[in-house]
């Protein structure tokens, strides 16, 4: 795989360059990465961690983690693998549905949270949303405890705005997630806008919760400016590609929401920011989420050797 020996290089240095999927069905169908189609889950992962140092788990996001799945991604993997992990979408004040939680959480709930199709952080009892970040940590215990938990992934919504209230819920989740470290990615312009840029950057440092760089498309209300920064121990970047065509359409599944082929030039302008990063933060985590056919692995190869490169 192009960029193969430049990847485990940069991993040397502290920048560890993967992407943010190793199941998408379009990458399996491509047929340009793994040796088969036909591969069980299993292998895939193995032979993902023999070209890769990191990846990023996105189905955490959809479902809770199961703590013997986490054993079995530790099992599958070489001693020095890393897996991101996005946090679940109730953690993170996404739109929930009562199904995809825990069992007894919820028959737990109140009948009129029951019968609800989402449900908000906002809706629970605080001490049951305790319980499920307790529960999350829980699961994640095997990977920590193997050295390969990298950052749990905090994505809010577009919806949550800098504000009191966020500041505050963003404080209370980085208590419950204190003995991992946490990365946090904001889909909402005005908390890198010029008035609010300092303060929001300046809170994350406070609450060592690292500052989530992206490059992305520009000029929508979710669009967050390709600022470098670090505020944390770890440092990260993900790639969403620049499709504007797709970035907030609806009804569209997420491979086809960031189906975006990185030029060599547009991969190259994040070149230096990543060489900052580094000489700021001990690690530095670079996820291309372009999962698109064979899109994001081809990307995160080019940029390693860039990145090797300028060295």
Known sequence: MTGEGALSRLAER?????????????LVEAGTFYPSREM??????AYYAGQFPIVEVDATYYAPPAERTAG???????PDFTFDVK?????????TPPRTLWKDVAAALPDELKAKKNLYARDLPRELLAEAFGRF?????????????????????PYVVPSRGSYGYLSWAAERLAEYRVAVEFRQQRWMDEAHREPTLAFLEEHRLAYVCVDEPQGFRSSVPPVAAATAPVAEVRFHGRNADTWEAPGIGAAERFRYDYPAAE??????????LAEQAPRVHVLMNNCYADYGVRNAGLLAELLEAAW
């Open 137 to 157: 940590v829980s699961a994640l215990l095997p990977l920590h405890s193997a050295g390969k938990l990298g950052v749990v992934l905090f994505q809010l919504p």
């Open 14 to 26: 502290g920048v560890f360059v993967g992407t943010c999927s190793w199941t998408d069905p379009t």
């Open 267 to 276: 991969l190259q302008e994040w070149v230096p920011h990543i060489r900052s």
């Open 40 to 45: 069980a889950p299993a292998d895939r992962l």
């Open 87 to 95: 946090a679940f979408r109730l953690l993170t004040q996404h739109p």
């Open 72 to 78: 079995l991604w530790v099992e599958r993997t070489p």
